[in-house]
């Protein structure tokens, strides 16, 4: 890749890019700006202490339940290593379990 | 991510050294956004990303999470609405975080106060309160102190930007290395963010719900819709689960 198509930027890509930068500095704004002066409900706070961890676990459901049992033992390896190590080794075991037991099976 | 300040001193008055204070109680978090930074470069670019967007997207949107679930979620064209409800959701913390600042932001103007959220990150928002908080005790007015928000935000912000861009650059090296089991290290990083977001099992029981509905929402109907369906289903019950 050149310099040239490196340095591009699609205009679709860049209203991806605007709009979320728009709806995280909503969010950033919306606690100081309407709720600054209010309690906020200890049931609201619990639901936001909730909501990012739902968020996530829904984004990587499919490795859940996917088909193919290698991919499914990579991924239990990778949970194991996530509950054990920092973020680096845990990305190089789960990466390489899923080589190694994919090229096995 | 919890990271523990290394500085007890007694925190300082002048606008400079407060900076500079922020900026060294800023480190060890700035080294532990190395790795997350290189991994989400590296990965957009797996995803088509050129060098110059990815910068773009982590300078303006600035908040990580967010950054790996619209990476994790990416087509071509990219599906805005998807997008947005994502980011919104993830982000969804950032109210309650800046509900808990508000009080130490009212006496600088609303437009000093929007700047210094628009850089507001977890780290950011941790160390300011704690800093403002042990300042009050101490007498120190204005107790959160503009000085060092901005040199904890100017490490986090820079090394971010830097670093996620440099994750771009060696993506297209790393990837044709790393491509067999390369998609690994989404679910990867995401179970690390989990575990730092883990409060116990009562507290977690709706990541299991939005887990078991977006697992079968995938199974059953095409499309990315597993994510809204499992993230609002999570969500309900943390709502329900609530009141008992």
Redesign the interface.
Known sequence: MGLGTGMTVHPMTLLAIISMACATFLTRATGYMVLGNRELSPRMREVLDAAPGCVLISVIAPHFVSGHPADLLAMALTILAAMRFSLLPTVIIGIASAGILRAIF | MIHKSPDNAIPTVGRSSDALRGLRNAVPIMIGFV??AL?LGAQASAKG?????VP??TG????G??EF??I??WTS??H?LL??G??????????????????Y??RFSRHR??VM??F?CDETWALALADAKKRKTVGIEPALSLGYYAGVSAGLYLTWVIFTGLGAALG?ILGDV?R????????????????G?W?GFR??R??L???V????T??LIPGAW??????LS??VS??V???A
Do not use: C, K
Not at chain 2, 88 to 97: F, G, I
């Open positions: 790795p997350f991994v990303f050129t060098l110059a967007e773009l997207l303006l949107n600035f908040a999470g967010s679930a619209a994790g979620l064209p990219p805005l997008l947005v994502v980011t919104l959701l993830v982000n969804s913390r950032h109210v309650l975080m800046g509900a808990a600042l508000a009080p932001l009212r106060a929007l959220l628009a507001m297209p790393t067999y089991g390369f998609d690994m290290a989404f679910p990867a990083v995401f179970l690390v963010l989990l575990r977001m409060a507290r977690s709706p990541w719900v939005s887990l509905v977006a697992g079968l995938y199974l597993y994510v809204p369906a499992g993230a999570g969500i943390a709502w689960w609530a009141r």
